[in-house]
Nanobody
Framework: QVQLVESGGGSVQSGGSLRLSCAAS????????MGWFRQTPGKERRWVAT???????MYADSVKGRFTISRDNAKNTQYLQMNSLKPEDTAMYYC?????????????WGQGTQVTVSS
């Protein structure tokens, strides 16, 4: 089992930045990857980004060039630096750890952290 705890969400104006963190504990060595998804009310969760154990990163087209995913293996923590935020980035953000399904990393989920971007 892997436990994930997100932090760093909040409210920001359009064009601003936020940095999300996700601390992992438990059997983290069993995870191939870590990642982020986001969800707005009434819609499905959508993949945002994935980072592999060796630091290879993958991004959804909607965030490429604006968001940066990274990880600190020594701290079992991953980060999502979000720049040039837009109102359409408003969502609940969930961190994940586990196995690959295509470019997505799924298996274990955090409880979510809200990001709100105002115009």
């Amino acid at each position: 089992q892997v436990q994930l705890v997100e932090s760093g969400g909040g409210s920001v104006q359009s064009g601003g930045s936020l940095r999300l963190s996700c601390a992992a504990s438990g059997n983290t060595y069993s995870s191939q990857c870590m990642g982020w998804f986001r969800q707005t009310p009434g819609k499905e969760r959508r993949w945002v980004a994935t980072v592999t154990r060796d630091g290879t990163t993958m991004y959804a087209d909607s965030v490429k060039g604006r968001f940066t995913i990274s990880r600190d293996n020594a701290k079992n923590t991953q980060y999502l630096q979000m720049n040039s935020l837009k109102p359409e980035d408003t969502a609940m953000y969930y961190c994940t750890a586990g196995r690959f399904v295509g470019r997505e990393c799924v298996g274990y989920w955090g409880q979510g952290t809200q990001v709100t971007v105002s115009s």
